[in-house]
């Protein structure tokens, strides 16, 4: 994650006693991500190495972060692998490092598998199917906030840095979406707390198997539809090379019988999952052309691409050119 606050050795090492994790011995900022500020953070307890994540929230208000953090010890003590929040010896989960919300979270073990094959696919899948199902039981409520309210404030705000074509299409794909919305068949789709940002990089692998899943700083009450199609545009498509962002239905099929072999899918999720799938892709490339003509200040930061969204949306518009290139031809 980028670094946009650093955080002193002394005020993490006194919340880390506060949290009853032992003594810090190292505090190493995460260049990864791009919405908060993220420390691994190793310590030292009844003579045992022990690692967590501190988390610096950059954006979210003290108001809205007791549903994510709140949300993962729910997951986590239901048996998906997520990391736990550590709480202090009053229970609170949510701290504060240098005036800001923060949280610590456990490290999850393993590393990202950034080009999944159809196994990768199908235990995601499986899990987020799991993850679903277990949020059922989940009392607090908090909107998917990328979600379509956000989408049509935030369109306005990035017309300007785009050219033309761009521009028609975002404005067209806003107006596709807005009217979905607003049918009988979407507003009946089976809903409740989603991660709303599963990708590759929010994902990691140890000896084959999923390890856990984090990042749940975009979750949200949604269509658990949304929470798939977000999967499939970044797990089951081409990455790189002239057919980037093309599906790759192998891949997609893995996710989806995978997924299904826990919750079938309902006939009217079928029938909205390529809308879906546009949705998700609007979704991330309106985020991404907004981090990266609005950006803030950061010590450490790596912009993502928008352009591999707009890809991925019009490789899903009705009419979409089939892909130019065999799949031999395509880079990682
Ligand atoms: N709980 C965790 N366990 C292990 N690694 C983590 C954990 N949380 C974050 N990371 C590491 O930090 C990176 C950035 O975290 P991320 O949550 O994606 O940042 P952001 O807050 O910007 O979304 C990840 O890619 C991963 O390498
Ligand atoms: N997954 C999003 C970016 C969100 O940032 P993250 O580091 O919190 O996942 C994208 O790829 O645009």
């Not at 993962?72 to 736990?84: N, S």
């Not at 999923?210 to 929470?227: H, P």
Request: overall charge negative.
């Amino acid at each position: 994650m980028a670094v946009y606050t650093e955080v002193p050795f002394a005020e993490a090492a006194a919340l880390i006693e506060r949290l009853n994790l032992g003594t810090l011995t190292e505090l190493r900022g995460i260049q990864g991500g791009i919405e908060n500020t993220n420390y691994f953070v190793t310590s030292e307890r009844d003579g045992q190495t022990v690692e967590h994540v501190l988390t610096v929230f950059e954006r979210l208000s003290a108001e809205q972060l007791p549903f994510y953090l709140h949300l993962m010890k729910h997951l986590a003590t239901h048996g998906i692998p997520v990391p736990e929040p550590a709480a202090d010896a009053q229970g609170e989960i949510l701290h504060r490092v240098q005036g800001k919300p923060a949280a610590v979270v456990d490290k999850l073990r393993g590393a990202s598998e950034l080009t999944p094959t159809a196994a990768h696919c199908a235990a995601v899948g499986a899990l987020l199917a799991r993850l679903h199902l277990v949020g059922r039981d989940f009392e607090r409520r908090q909107p998917n906030l990328r979600g379509l309210p956000w989408w049509n404030e935030t369109v306005p705000v990035v017309l300007p840095f785009i050219d033309d074509a761009q521009a028609a299409l975002l404005r067209s794909e806003l107006a596709y979406q807005n009217h979905v919305a607003q049918s009988s068949a979407y507003l009946a789709l089976p809903r409740g707390p989603i991660h709303a940002d599963l990708f590759r990089d929010n994902a990691m692998f140890e000896d084959g198997a999923v390890s856990g899943v984090f990042d749940f700083y975009f979750a949200g009450v949604d269509t658990w539809l949304f929470d798939i199609a977000v999967c499939l545009n970044d797990w089951c498509v081409r990455h790189g090379g002239d057919t980037d962002g093309q599906p790759e239905p192998a891949l997609e099929q893995a996710f989806l019988s995978a997924y299904e072999g826990v919750r079938p899918l309902t006939p009217a999720e079928r029938r909205l999952l390529p809308a879906m799938q546009r949705a998700g892709a609007l979704r991330f490339w309106l985020s991404r052309l907004w981090d990266l003509h609005l950006p803030r200040e950061a010590a450490m930061l790596q912009a993502h691409d928008p352009g591999h969204f707009q890809r991925v949306l019009r490789a899903r518009l009705p009419n979409a050119p089939a892909p130019s290139a065999a799949p031999e031809a395509m880079a990682a």
